[in-house]
């Protein structure tokens, strides 16, 4: 396992309750090919609610990088999009504030539980007021 932050044990623990990896939930596909290279997406679809939506990552290869690696540069370029992707659902999971879980072939998405302990920030009615009228009157 490869922590890209703090947060990201933090954001599989609490934010990913999943029967399995993250990443066979994902379906891979590719578009057709160009002069200029091959185009690729990956697609993690789910439930909100009883609406199906999606998320995807497109990642290009060049005709010179495909053959990088000794002839395996699409399935290093693949490996890396996957990864970049699963970062980047664990922060858009944690920035807001929702979780993805479920024992189905397709996962759901709700809203994150908020701890107790967690600490809430309010603005008192009056210094609201004050900081409204500091703004508004330089």
Not at 2 to 13: G, K, V, Y
Not at 29 to 43: D, L, M, N, W, Y
């Amino acid at each position: 396992m490869i922590a890209s932050s703090f947060a990201a044990p933090l954001c599989r623990m609490l934010l990913i309750e999943l029967p399995r990896a993250l990443e066979e939930y994902f379906a891979y596909a590719e578009t057709e090919p160009t002069r200029k290279g091959r185009r690729f997406s990956i697609t993690l679809p789910f439930y909100a609610g009883t609406r199906l939506d999606r998320l995807q990552w497109w990642y290009h290869v060049s005709p010179a990088e495909e053959l990088m690696f000794e002839g395996d540069g699409v399935t290093v370029f693949r490996a890396r999009a996957t990864e970049r992707f699963r970062r980047h659902i664990e922060r858009w999971l944690a920035n807001t504030q929702q979780r993805l879980h479920g024992d189905d072939a397709i996962p759901r998405i709700s809203p994150a539980a908020v701890p107790a302990s967690a600490p809430q920030a309010k603005i008192a009615p009056d210094s609201a007021a004050s900081l409204t009228a500091k703004v508004v009157n330089g």
